[in-house]
Protein backbone atom coordinates (compact mmCIF):
# COMPACT_ATOMS: atom_id res chain seq x y z
CA UNK A 1 0.00 0.00 0.00
CA UNK A 2 0.93 4.07 -0.74
CA UNK A 3 1.06 6.51 1.83
CA UNK A 4 0.55 10.17 0.58
CA UNK A 5 1.76 13.31 2.99
CA UNK A 6 0.93 16.20 2.44
CA UNK A 7 2.25 19.54 3.65
CA UNK A 8 2.63 23.25 3.54
CA UNK A 9 -0.94 24.11 4.53
CA UNK A 10 -2.02 26.90 6.97
CA UNK A 11 -3.14 30.08 6.64
CA UNK A 12 -2.69 33.27 4.19
CA UNK A 13 -3.70 36.55 3.05
CA UNK A 14 -5.78 37.10 -0.01
CA UNK A 15 -3.83 37.61 -2.91
CA UNK A 16 -1.05 35.81 -1.47
CA UNK A 17 1.21 32.76 -2.61
CA UNK A 18 1.26 28.56 -0.88
CA UNK A 19 2.65 25.69 -1.97
CA UNK A 20 1.30 22.33 -1.03
CA UNK A 21 3.54 19.32 -0.60
CA UNK A 22 2.57 15.42 -0.92
CA UNK A 23 5.49 12.61 -0.95
CA UNK A 24 4.19 9.06 -1.26
CA UNK A 25 5.96 6.23 0.06
CA UNK A 26 5.75 2.75 0.06
CA UNK A 27 6.23 -0.01 -2.33
CA UNK A 28 5.92 2.19 -5.21
CA UNK A 29 6.82 0.45 -9.11
CA UNK A 30 5.69 3.60 -10.98
CA UNK A 31 3.09 6.06 -10.23
CA UNK A 32 0.84 7.12 -13.36
CA UNK A 33 -0.48 10.30 -11.79
CA UNK A 34 -0.96 12.69 -8.88
CA UNK A 35 -3.00 15.01 -8.37
CA UNK A 36 -4.93 17.34 -6.02
CA UNK A 37 -8.59 17.64 -4.60
CA UNK A 38 -10.28 19.86 -2.47
CA UNK A 39 -13.89 20.30 -0.16
CA UNK A 40 -14.71 23.85 0.59
CA UNK A 41 -17.31 23.70 3.72
CA UNK A 42 -20.90 23.06 1.81
CA UNK A 43 -19.49 22.20 -1.58
CA UNK A 44 -18.53 18.77 -2.92
CA UNK A 45 -15.02 17.73 -3.17
CA UNK A 46 -13.27 18.85 -6.92
CA UNK A 47 -10.31 18.17 -9.16
CA UNK A 48 -7.72 20.77 -8.46
CA UNK A 49 -5.03 19.70 -10.51
CA UNK A 50 -3.61 16.37 -11.95
CA UNK A 51 -0.70 15.90 -13.60
CA UNK A 52 0.52 12.34 -15.24
CA UNK A 53 3.50 10.77 -14.98
CA UNK A 54 4.80 11.93 -18.57
CA UNK A 55 3.99 15.66 -17.54
CA UNK A 56 0.74 16.37 -19.10
CA UNK A 57 -1.69 18.39 -16.44
CA UNK A 58 -5.27 19.04 -16.11
CA UNK A 59 -6.89 21.68 -14.44
CA UNK A 60 -9.69 23.23 -12.60
CA UNK A 61 -11.23 26.13 -14.39
CA UNK A 62 -11.60 28.06 -11.24
CA UNK A 63 -7.90 27.81 -11.06
CA UNK A 64 -6.30 27.64 -14.24
CA UNK A 65 -3.85 30.71 -14.79
CA UNK A 66 -3.46 30.89 -10.88
CA UNK A 67 -2.32 27.43 -9.80
CA UNK A 68 0.89 25.26 -11.46
CA UNK A 69 1.01 21.61 -9.96
CA UNK A 70 4.49 19.58 -10.80
CA UNK A 71 6.12 16.71 -10.03
CA UNK A 72 9.74 15.05 -9.00
CA UNK A 73 9.61 11.76 -10.29
CA UNK A 74 12.44 10.54 -8.85
CA UNK A 75 10.90 11.37 -5.07
CA UNK A 76 7.50 10.61 -6.07
CA UNK A 77 5.99 14.23 -4.89
CA UNK A 78 3.78 16.40 -6.87
CA UNK A 79 3.31 20.03 -5.65
CA UNK A 80 0.83 22.82 -6.20
CA UNK A 81 1.74 26.07 -6.40
CA UNK A 82 -1.23 28.39 -5.53
CA UNK A 83 -0.74 32.55 -6.14
CA UNK A 84 -3.52 35.10 -6.51
CA UNK A 85 -5.07 33.30 -3.40
CA UNK A 86 -8.55 34.17 -2.53
CA UNK A 87 -11.17 32.57 0.65
CA UNK A 88 -13.03 30.68 -2.23
CA UNK A 89 -9.42 28.73 -2.26
CA UNK A 90 -10.37 28.05 1.61
CA UNK A 91 -10.45 24.24 1.92
CA UNK A 92 -9.03 20.80 2.98
CA UNK A 93 -6.95 19.77 -0.18
CA UNK A 94 -6.37 16.47 -0.42
CA UNK A 95 -3.58 14.48 -2.29
CA UNK A 96 -4.27 11.68 -4.99
CA UNK A 97 -1.67 9.01 -6.77
CA UNK A 98 -2.39 5.76 -8.12
CA UNK A 99 0.33 3.70 -10.14
CA UNK A 100 1.04 0.15 -9.16
CA UNK A 101 3.20 -1.52 -6.23
CA UNK A 102 6.45 -3.58 -6.50
CA UNK A 103 4.02 -6.06 -6.75
CA UNK A 104 2.53 -6.00 -9.95
CA UNK A 105 -1.05 -4.77 -8.33
CA UNK A 106 -2.70 -1.62 -8.96
CA UNK A 107 -3.22 1.05 -6.49
CA UNK A 108 -5.18 4.33 -5.74
CA UNK A 109 -4.47 6.17 -2.19
CA UNK A 110 -5.17 9.79 -0.87
CA UNK A 111 -4.08 11.77 1.69
CA UNK A 112 -5.54 12.83 4.92
CA UNK A 113 -5.82 16.39 3.77
CA UNK A 114 -4.46 19.48 4.70
CA UNK A 115 -6.18 22.69 5.51
CA UNK A 116 -6.00 26.24 3.45
CA UNK A 117 -7.16 28.58 4.86
CA UNK A 118 -7.42 32.42 2.90
CA UNK A 119 -8.45 35.58 4.98
CA UNK A 120 -9.97 38.71 3.42
Known amino acids: QVQLVESGGGLVQAGGSRRLSCAAS????????MGWYRQAPGKQRELVAL???????NYADSVKGRFTISRDNAKNTVYLQMSSLSPEDTAVYYC??????????????WGQGIQVTVSS
Open 96 to 109: NAFGLLRSGASFRS
Open 26 to 33: GSIFSINA
Open 51 to 57: ISSSGST
